[in-house]
């Protein structure tokens, strides 16, 4: 009844490649914080999970590793670095009563 347009595998690749660039971000993140015993560590496996398996659908259609799987996958390892540095070196509250002191 109704015609459906086939989607593109190129745009399903480049829709895993970005999740899984957003899974290990948010893996990278989380190890900091199961570190630092802030989280389970099963949160760590369950984005770590989902990173692989979004980053081995990449190479799913043609079932050979190109160019765009390497490169997703070295930017997910550069996101996962990423993620843990930020994590690491959370921004100090700044002190705004010395420049603005509380009328009490």
Same mark, same amino acid.
């Given at each position: 009844?109704? &015609?459906?347009?086939?989607?593109?595998?190129?745009? /399903? !690749?480049?829709? *895993?490649?970005?999740?899984s660039?957003l899974? +290990?971000?948010?893996?990278? &993140?989380? *190890?900091?914080?199961?570190? &630092?015993?802030? /989280?389970?560590?099963?949160?760590? %496996?369950? #984005?770590?999970?989902? +990173?692989?398996?979004?980053g081995?659908?990449?190479i799913?259609?043609m !079932? @050979? %590793?190109?160019?765009?799987?390497?490169?997703? #996958? %070295? /930017?997910?390892? *550069?996101?996962? *670095?990423?993620?843990? !540095?930020m994590?690491? &070196?959370?921004?100090?509250? @700044?002190?705004?009563? %010395?420049?603005?002191?509380d009328? @009490?």
């Amino acid at each position: 009844m109704f &015609r459906m347009m086939p989607v593109s595998f190129e745009f /399903l !690749r480049g829709v *895993l490649a970005l999740l899984s660039l957003l899974f +290990a971000f948010q893996a990278g &993140r989380t *190890l900091v914080a199961v570190r &630092r015993g802030k /989280l389970p560590q099963s949160r760590l %496996i369950v #984005w770590v999970v989902r +990173a692989v398996v979004c980053g081995l659908g990449v190479i799913f259609p043609m !079932r @050979e %590793i190109d160019r765009v799987a390497l490169g997703v #996958w %070295i /930017l997910a390892a *550069l996101a996962f *670095l990423a993620g843990m !540095r930020m994590a690491a &070196r959370q921004k100090k509250e @700044e002190e705004l009563h %010395i420049i603005f002191p509380d009328d @009490e």
